[in-house]
């Protein structure tokens, strides 16, 4: 099997990759592994490795570790050519790593190497969002200032993890960013005007946004959130309770819809932004399903998904 590890230097507070490098290369002597080590020089780098590195060892084992956040962990799944034949882990060095809240309390024993060397594979399930892949969420309406104002959010990362998704989505409503779709989920129509639309694989967003307790990645189902228009005071409330799992108070605004595929669409006619685990994928006539395939996915031993309910929703890292 060839072990190789994608760094990202932009991911958290600071560039970690020369020590990164330096501890891969002495746990790997122990394993007795050949690792091939790649650090990310620009946006979207991780995704374009992948995709070269999976055509250059076509039908041999792969595994692929993540080194960096919510976004890396993305792209490197959304490069992988044959889900069969292919592995990843993660390691956690990114502001939020929002993915591995679905771990609850023994998501701290990814951030050990040896142990992803020595992790079990666990499948997992994959959103597909116009081909592009992502393993915890997809999203649109508030909270997607940060792809069109990204300086200002740079610096509010500087500050508090948590900071960045909170002021998104306080400038768009001030913005009062709502806008009419077209969708429909497993044959259901549901279009209507939407400030937020969010579908979940697994259970958090924004560092510690958690509005549902049961989503899984592992339980080959979509859960599709539908935030209604309303005014921006009732905005402010709803989506404050929202982060908060306290969506009965607003029964009359919140869908919630299960489903494993979707069309969504502007109603008039402009492309449609996605923030997809922090990467931002943008279409007209967007498809969001649940993929086919099941990520081979590397988990530590004694760190298990955790049971429906059973939800810690403090931030683990």
Do not use: W
């Not at 309770?241 to 306290?246: I, L, P, Q, S, V």
Request: proline share 4%; aromatic share 10%.
């Amino acid at each position: 099997m060839h072990h190789i590890f994608m760094i990202n230097p932009a991911a958290g507070k600071k560039d970690c990759s020369e020590n990164m490098r330096t501890m891969i290369e002495s746990i790997c002597i122990n394993h007795d592994i050949e690792p091939l080590i790649f650090t990310s020089e620009y946006p979207g780098y991780e995704r374009e490795m992948t995709e070269k590195l999976c055509d250059l060892f076509p039908g041999e084992e792969v595994r692929f570790y993540s080194i960096g956040g919510s976004g890396t962990l993305t792209n490197i799944v959304s490069g992988i050519r044959d889900f069969s034949k292919t592995e990843v882990a993660c390691y956690p060095v990114g502001l939020t790593n929002d993915f591995l809240k679905s771990f609850g309390k023994s998501a701290p024993l990814f951030r050990s190497i040896d142990a992803l060397i020595k992790g079990r594979v666990e499948l997992i399930d994959i959103i597909d969002i116009n081909g592009y892949k992502t393993l915890d969420f997809a999203s649109f309406g508030l909270g997607n200032s940060c792809f069109s104002d990204a300086l200002p959010f740079k610096f509010a990362s500087m500050i508090s993890s948590n900071l960045v998704y909170s002021l998104s989505v306080v400038v768009d409503l001030l913005r009062n960013k709502c806008g009419k779709y077209k969708i429909e989920i497993d044959g259901k129509d549901c279009t209507g005007e939407y400030a937020m639309v969010v579908c979940f694989n697994g259970m958090c967003m924004g560092g510690n946004v958690i509005p549902l307790r049961d989503p899984r990645p592992n339980d080959r189902m979509l859960n599709f959130l539908l935030v209604s228009k309303m005014s921006r005071l009732k905005q402010l409330r709803t989506v404050s309770d929202f982060a908060k799992g306290k969506l009965a108070k607003h029964k009359n605004y919140i869908r919630l819809v299960n489903g494993r595929y979707a069309e969504i669409s502007k109603d008039n006619g402009k492309p449609t932004i996605f923030n997809c685990d922090g990467e931002c994928v943008m279409g007209l006539n967007n498809v969001v399903k649940l993929s086919a395939d099941k990520l081979r996915f590397i988990v530590p031993e004694n760190a298990h998904i955790l049971a429906p309910t059973d939800l810690d929703p403090k931030e683990l890292f």
